[in-house]
């Protein structure tokens, strides 16, 4: 994996005419600061009263020092790979955590929150960090940055750093497709809508803030999830396709907010992520990629696991080897699924690093 990533960074080095010196670990960009959900949550949960943690085993087994770190995976995250491939020798750290002091805020820091989501009220269901709460926290973030490394230092890494931001799924599976309150008012194109609307706001705050590099994740397949298709599926082949559809519809509402955003700021490099279609291709044939499942994940049943009532250090049939699964849990992909999403976010993030 070594020689891959370094031949990746090589190439990207390549690609935007920068040189980088990996013996120096200098990395591409001076920062990363993340935002979103469980697909992006690096640990803010394990320091919040919510039922979506991930601070135990069998969760992180496969992570450095084989340790649960609050990460809804076995081992690592799409953008802790993105950061490696980047050149960071370390990970920014939780907002959250203790490790989120000093010298440690200057590559950056990660909001985001397991079970949050673009719509505030999503959030309030789970208890966690709304989008709303993760910018009030990046605006405290940037007074601290300003006082650890200058107010000059502070603005350039500001400027130059990435954002990424993965909102969405929690949105869909945990509030609208089970709340009557919603579903029965509004239509998913209706509430797709109203997602991008916030979505929208966001992106003129961050970049009121001072963004300039931001990369924004698409809806994946929500649809071929083992916990959507369990719940919603009805025991049928394949993925639901309803969900799919709306997912697909969300992310042209999507990609058309953004192309409007880049009007309007032509100084702001703002790039969506198409994760649905190598993620698409990763379900519909896991054997060319090398997974030998992708109906269910690895811990526990695999079909409906999200919380500690079921995959647990006590799961009865946790898969011995996650790098053939494509889920690690019923909700989320194992190390080896991320890092097939990696690959493909690096090479359609290229404008961002550059």
């Not at 080095?13 to 990363?32: H, R, T």
């Not at 992180?60 to 690592?76: L, M, Q, S, W």
């Not at 973030?141 to 799924?169: C, E, H, N």
Request: proline letters at 5%; charged letters at 15%; glycine letters at 10%.
């Amino acid at each position: 994996m070594g020689m891959k990533l370094e031949g990746l960074v090589w190439g990207i080095s390549l690609v935007c005419g920068v040189f980088v010196d990996l013996s120096n670990a200098q990395s591409l960009v001076p920062a990363i600061c993340t935002f979103g959900d469980s697909s992006v949550d690096v640990g803010n949960n394990d320091y919040i009263y919510t039922v979506f943690k991930a601070d135990y085993p069998p969760y992180g087994r496969d992570f450095i020092n084989h340790k649960p770190t609050g990460r809804f995976c076995n081992g690592k995250l799409a953008t802790d790979i993105t950061a490696d491939t980047l050149g960071f020798t370390t990970y920014p750290p939780a907002y959250l955590s203790p490790q989120a002091s000093g010298k440690n805020l200057l590559i950056g820091a990660n909001f985001a929150s397991a079970g949050s989501g673009y719509d505030d009220k999503t959030a309030l269901l789970s208890k966690a960090i709304s989008l709303s709460q993760q910018l009030e926290l990046y605006k405290e973030y940037q007074g601290k940055l300003a006082k650890v490394g200058g107010s000059s230092k502070a603005k350039s890494i500001i400027k130059d750093a990435l954002y990424l931001v993965s909102f969405g799924s929690s949105d869909w599976i945990q509030n609208y497709y089970v709340n009557p309150l919603i579903n029965k008012l509004y239509s998913p194109d209706q509430y797709s809508s109203y997602l991008i609307g916030i979505f929208s706001s966001f992106i003129q705050s961050l970049y009121a803030l001072g963004a300039r590099k931001i990369g924004v994740t698409s809806l994946p397949p929500l649809g071929c999830v083992p916990a959507t298709i369990t719940l919603f599926g009805f025991h049928q082949e394949g993925c639901v396709s309803k969900i799919n559809s709306d997912a697909q519809n969300f992310n042209k509402k999507l990609n058309s907010a953004a192309t409007k955003l880049s009007k309007q700021h032509s100084n702001l490099t703002l790039v969506i992520f198409d994760i649905y279609t190598p993620f698409y291709g990763l379900v519909q044939n896991p054997s060319k990629s090398g997974f030998a499942e992708a109906r269910r994940g690895c811990c526990g049943t695999g079909l409906v696991e999200t919380t500690s009532l079921l995959c647990n250090p006590k799961s009865i049939g946790t898969c011995k080897n996650a790098s053939k699964y494509v889920f690690w849990d019923s909700v989320h992909p194992s190390e080896a699924a991320n890092q097939v999403l990696a690959d493909t976010l690096i090479i359609q993030g290229i404008s961002l690093i550059g």
